[in-house]
Nanobody, 123 residues
Framework: QVQLVESGGGLVQAGGSLRLSCAAS????????MGWFRQAPGKEREFVAA????????VYADSVKGRFTISRNNTKNTLYLQMNSLRPEDTAVYYC????????????????WGQGTQVTVSS
């Protein structure tokens, strides 16, 4: 079993940056694909980015390509999401999640989820 705790959210102006972290407990972190998702009020949870077990493969949603970067440090059991050029439409609760599969955009493939961290981008 994996426990995930997100941090790093907050309030930022449009055009600003934030770096989210996801700390994982358990010995299986390095064997899991990791993903970031987000959910805005009244909307479904949507895929943001995913990274393979050793970080060699990444996948991004079109809406964040070129602005967000996913990375991981397996020695620290930590997943990151660097978010640059933030827009008001990026406002959402951001979640990290794990899957045993290759990087995928399908949220139903992810098994363990964190509780989320709020990101608010003001215009």
């Amino acid at each position: 079993q994996v426990q995930l705790v997100e941090s790093g959210g907050g309030l930022v102006q449009a055009g600003g940056s934030l770096r989210l972290s996801c700390a994982a407990s358990g010995r299986t972190f390095s064997s899991c694909t990791m993903g970031w998702f987000r959910q805005a009020p009244g909307k479904e949870r949507e895929f943001v980015a995913a990274i393979s077990r050793r970080g060699g493969s990444t996948v991004y949603a079109d809406s964040v390509k070129g602005r967000f970067t996913i990375s991981r440090n397996n020695t620290k059991n930590t997943l990151y999401l660097q978010m640059n050029s933030l827009r008001p439409e990026d406002t959402a609760v951001y979640y990290c999640a794990t899957t045993a599969r290759a990087p995928t955009m399908n949220r139903y493939e992810y098994v363990y989820w964190g509780q989320g961290t709020q990101v608010t981008v003001s215009s």
